[in-house]
């Protein structure tokens, strides 16, 4: 879990548009939805410092009308120390809406399946997953007036040639900054299905996400509850879910 929370964590800061937050994101998640076909996938080596080396990997595997009668994607993630996931730490299947893209606010995701570690794949009932939705951050504490620090800054370069694990592609890098030092530096490729998402550094902390391999022939792979399965209620959500970085807005 802790793995996946830094996965997430790095995606929820990542630079796109404004200071690119949970929110920013997760909008930039959603137009990929729109171009997205059943069996892209993509995965992703998470360095985290030292031999903390994960893996991440999406893929597309089925497309549906979801309960609110929208065009929908199945979206399998999947967690795990090795790249080809053999005995994954984490899966996680959630119904999409295209166009919404996983923008909780706006009830893009209307069903979650999940499984960690050793544990059998489990339905979140739809009033468990509407509280899973719902989480939101503590507010920021104001700062005095006048006393505040300077506000980052968001730099976007120009088009280039990015050499990754998975092959050099064109891509674009966004940059936060705070006064002179780089927080963060994204790169954004078209040509990287489903997140558009080729590497994210955070290099104070020697943090990285990089794509390693990427294709078209996504398949199901994470193994469904059956009808006689109990659905995840409301008193089981915080143990599974403590905290999502990725479902979180910014505060305002």
Same mark, same amino acid.
Not at 157 to 172: C, D, I, K
Not at 221 to 228: F, G, I, N, S, T
């Given at each position: 879990m802790r793995a996946l929370a830094l996965v997430l964590f790095l995606l929820g800061a990542a630079p796109a548009v404004a200071a690119m937050p949970g929110k920013s994101l997760l909008d930039h998640l959603a137009k990929g939805l729109r171009s997205t076909q059943v069996g892209d996938w993509v995965t992703y080596r998470l360095d985290g410092g030292g031999a903390r080396v994960h893996y991440w990997r999406l893929a597309v595997v089925g497309e549906e009308k979801d309960r609110l009668g929208r065009d929908a994607l199945w979206v399998e993630m999947e967690m795990g120390t090795h790249p080809a996931m053999r005995a994954p730490l984490s899966q996680i299947r959630m119904l999409v809406a295209r166009g919404e893209g996983v923008a909780f606010d706006a009830g893009g995701v209307t069903r979650l399946i999940a499984a960690m570690g050793f544990d059998r794949p489990q339905e979140y009932s739809p009033e468990a997953l509407a509280q899973v939705l719902a989480k939101r951050p503590p507010r920021p504490r104001a700062a005095p007036a006048g006393a505040g620090p300077s506000a980052p800054v968001v730099?976007?370069?120009?088009?280039?040639?990015?050499?990754?694990?998975?092959?050099? %592609?064109? +891509?674009? =890098?966004?940059? $936060? #900054?705070?006064?002179?030092t780089v927080i963060k530096r994204t790169w954004l490729s078209r040509e990287i299905p489903i997140l558009q998402l080729a590497k994210i550094e955070i290099p104070r902390i020697a943090h990285a996400l990089e794509v390693v391999?990427?294709? %078209?022939? +996504?398949? =199901?792979?994470? $193994? #469904?509850?059956?009808?006689?399965t109990p659905q995840v209620r409301l008193e089981y959500v915080d143990k599974a879910f403590p905290q999502l970085p990725w479902l979180e807005e910014e505060a305002p």
């Open positions: 730099r976007s370069g120009q088009e280039t040639r990015l050499m990754t694990p998975a092959g050099t %592609v064109t +891509a674009v =890098p966004l940059e $936060l #900054l705070y006064r002179s391999e990427y294709g %078209v022939d +996504a398949k =199901p792979r994470m $193994l #469904l509850p059956d009808a006689k």
